[in-house]
């Protein structure tokens, strides 16, 4: 038996839902919390998994991919993307991160939507730290990630009742608590 955290032990978990505005609000503080995530593509050979820096706006990522690489390459081909990020965990009582699902647009250089989304992305991080100077952003492409599904993770919400895995969807009449292992058998 947990001493400090007596409810982690609960199985099977709740699948109780959280308020919509509520499971807004944490995937948006976890999008706030790092810098860094890994996006999945679909390469020819298979999956690539690569760490990338990303910024958000609300539920929406931008990512600064380096031109000719791979996962460039295959979000070209495949636009399906996966996207994970998650806070530095001590223990399950403190697992914390969200995966995103959907397809990449990917942004021309030039475009309104490029001009948006580089007012997003902090590239002048990235400048001063190799040295490229702040005249100009980098005419990169941007890849923006409007997710269809998040899959939130937080095992704290057990705590208050709530399933540890909240499925939020563009489509609000889909959202749902998860037990983790329903949404498993989808995939």
Known sequence: MSQAHPWLEQIPWTTKKLPR?????????ALTLSNIGMLGTLGLNGPIVSPLEFYADQMAIYILPQPGSP?????????????????????WASAQGAQLFGKAELL???????????SIFR???SAAEIGTGFEKAP?????????DRIVYTEH?????????????R???????????????KKT
């Open 21 to 29: 505005d509520q499971l807004e609000h944490k995937i948006q503080r």
């Open 71 to 91: 996962k460039l390459k295959a979000m070209q081909r495949d636009p399906r993307v996966s996207f994970a990020v998650a806070g530095v965990m001590a223990g």
């Open 108 to 118: 021309e250089p030039g475009t309104e939507e490029w001009k948006y989304g580089m």
């Open 123 to 125: 590239w002048q991080a």
């Open 139 to 147: 005419e990169y492409t941007l890849m923006k990630l409007d997710p």
């Open 156 to 168: 704290f919400l057990r705590k208050d009742g709530y399933g540890p895995r909240q499925i939020w």
């Open 170 to 184: 563009k489509d609000e009449k889909n959202e749902q608590g998860s037990d983790g292992f329903t949404e498993a």
